[in-house]
């Protein structure tokens, strides 16, 4: 908004530009357009001076010319007809012999942005593309670009983009970069600039001729290029291979990035450029500069998930120093918790103990979620720190503390025992509602272990008046309730007077139909109270996936120099901000390709209404790919009988030998898929072990032969629940089958190899589909190896029909089969 007086500002220098003895001093001329910069960079509106300014213009003095075309190019879309007069000038400038000045003027006059001058702006931008002087031709280029932006609609010139191609041979890199720059907006309709080999292997010899930013755009383009043969790939990898060690973060980051997209099928050129990386990206983490340190940071946790010992030997270089700001030093830490191991452990941890009374809450509190991680693997030595944390006696240190031990003792129950005597007192301490939800979850949980819970909780019953929290409203008529189960002559009378004022006196209804939900449970007998309040205490399975393989470098390349690895960090230090852990949910991962997770020989039957029979789907990788990432839950009721297992199985093979198949149209949508999972330990493991892990993320095993016998079967099953955004949730029984037969699947190998897909939809010709399948890191190799080795073959029948969940399914099956499969190896 303009400053008041601004009508006497203006008016004093229009006076000022018009005075012929100002105009005849050159010095003093000039700083009366100096004054009207400085107004109308305070806010002043001094649009009124644009005819004044255009006679300004017409001047041998180029700092005059520089001030008066900034005021041009400010007011020029308000007056569109003055601005006319100043063409003539920019025209003229564009003959200077100064080659400064000619760039001058095609730069304001491409910066005008009118549409009216854009015939007046083609011959001058034409002439200038063959320009003597480079800081012309530069301009120029750009400017191509800025005229089409103005009219983006306008049929493109193809001489103009013939001789943008031409320049990209320019001796100049600065113009051969802005000729990129400019055909990628100009051809943006068409895909961009196009990439052959020629204009490829030049951009590379060129390459060591541009500066930062120049050699990072002419990586970025080069991704589109696919050489055409194994020789001409390790020639352009041999080219950039010293920008892989570049002292320049950027250019680092952009090879690695074009790297990883040439070498997507050789991954173990991938692994080896990862470790070439391992200088350059320790360099960036000493930068001066907070943001490449923290950039950094969040690349190398992105390069850990496939090489987890890539920086294993340099874990110092990761402690936190005193005035590093606080999300660095949160950075820093969830990086620690990836390189511990037996060796650094104990040095770790005093480190990590060191930061959890830093002056940053914080960060502190960080210290504390890192040391509850390291517990899962290492419980003894961090429930020894965890504990004598305690004795502190700081708010937010407790309440770190106990939210910690709570989702410790979720996925390590074998600590409670610790748990439960380090709780005494703690309330005294606890202000924040985290963690006393935290402390009422255990209360409720471990209740009978800790002597003083029934005092605890009738001390939160007795504010419970002044309490302002909703969460741990809830949570405390929750612990009550559990407590009362295990200890009811201690907790009867403070049930009473709680349930009496939630159902009375709350005006929160959330809390209110809780309370009468567990008052009407307890008019149901205290045997029904007990299925629904006394579930598990603990899920040791997320505790087993601490150690979690090493991921296949496709699963993150896309992502890796750009902002993408910048915002995950954030999500892992959320998990103590959660309130019961038994609200888990299995969140499968969007975009993930099945065939990045299990080697497939997919033989997917779909049935569906008569509307949609006629449907053919291409691979069963393409009907389970979503883009839409969704909850998922798995559960074991209601129980299945090995009588209805049998019958729902054979129920479909029956009815299609009986019926056909276009009465098999008419029934319930459902799906059958065959999978291969490649492992020869999982027909070893003891059946104690395999339906152990199995029930640890509910799924429930029926029958299964014994070890070493075959063939080898397993049954199992289980209920898929999950729930678009706005739906209700969708509930769907998945059946399934393990398979191991001794042989090395020669036949199967020759009537379908490992690597083919096929799908059939029943009442129609099956189609058979082809595609190749890489070799990835979790042990799942091609056609050759798997034809010599053998498998797990994995049957999974659904109905009704959901390909959301039978993906996420696979996704906690196959989780669960490679981390039995690891520990036998």
Known sequence: MPYLGSEDTVREL????????????????????????????????????????????????????????????????????????????????????NPMVRSLALRNMTNLRLPSLVEYVEQPLTAALRDRAACVRRVAVLGWAK????????????????????LLRDPDPVVMVNCLRALEEILKEEGGIAINKPITHHLLNRLKDCDVWGQCEVLRILQRYQPQSEDELFNILSLLDASLVSPHPPVMAATLSLFLSLCSSLPAVSLAALERVRGPLLAACGSTSREMRFTALCHIQLLLRSLPGLMGAHYKRFF???????????????????LVNDENVAMLLDELKGYCTDVNTDTAQAAISAIGRIGRSYSDSCLQILTGLLALKQDHITSAVVQTMRDLVWVCPQC???????????EETLQDSQGRQALLWLLGVYGERVSSAPYTLEVFIDGVRCEASLGVKMELLTTTMRLFLCRPAETQDMLGRLLHYCIEEETDMCVRDQALLYYRLLHCGIGETRKVLQGRRSDPSLGVLIGRP???????????????????????MESASRGSPEHVTFEPKTNTDL??????????????DSDSASRRT???ADVLASSVAVALSLSLSPALSPEEFERLWLQRQALHSEQGAEKMVEEEDYVCLEAWFHSTAIPHCSPQSLQAGLQLVNIQTLAFTPPHT????????????????GDAPRSTLILGELLHTGEANNKAGAKKGMCDGEVGVEGMQAERVREGVQTTDDGLSGKESVRKEEGVKVTLKQQPRDDQALKGFLSILKTVLHTLSSERN
């Not at 065939?595 to 569906?608: A, I, P, W």
Request: charge should be negative; glycine fraction near 4%; charged fraction near 20%.
């Open 14 to 97: 229009r006076r000022a530009l018009s005075n012929p003895n100002i105009q005849s001093d050159q010095l003093r001329y000039r700083n009366t357009i100096l004054k009207v910069i400085r107004a109308m960079s305070q806010g002043v509106d001094v649009s009124g001076l644009f005819s004044e300014m255009v006679k300004a213009c017409a001047t041998v003095d180029i700092v005059q010319k520089k001030l008066v075309y900034v005021f041009l190019c400010s007011y020029a879309t308000l007056n569109p007809e003055l601005s006319l007069l100043v063409i003539n000038t920019l025209r003229k400038d564009c003959q200077d012999p």
């Open 595 to 608: 065939s990045d997770t299990l080697n497939c020989s997919q033989v997917e039957k779909v049935h569906s």
């Open 320 to 338: 936190c120093g005193y005035a590093e700001p606080a999300y660095i030093k949160q950075r820093k830490m969830q990086v620690l918790v990836e």
């Open 550 to 572: 090493a991921e296949p470098i496709s699963q993150w390349a896309r992502s890796f120099n750009t902002l993408e690895p910048l915002r995950q960090g954030t999500i892992e």
């Open 710 to 725: 075959l063939p080898w079967r397993v049954y199992l099953y289980t209920h898929a629940q999950h729930g678009h955004s």
């Open 618 to 620: 291409d691979s069963c």
């Open 416 to 426: 409670s025992d610790t748990v439960c005597l380090a709780l005494e007192g703690c």
């Open 147 to 166: 005229l089409h932006n103005l009219q983006p609609n306008s049929e493109i010139d193809a001489a103009v983009v013939n001789e943008l191609y031409s």
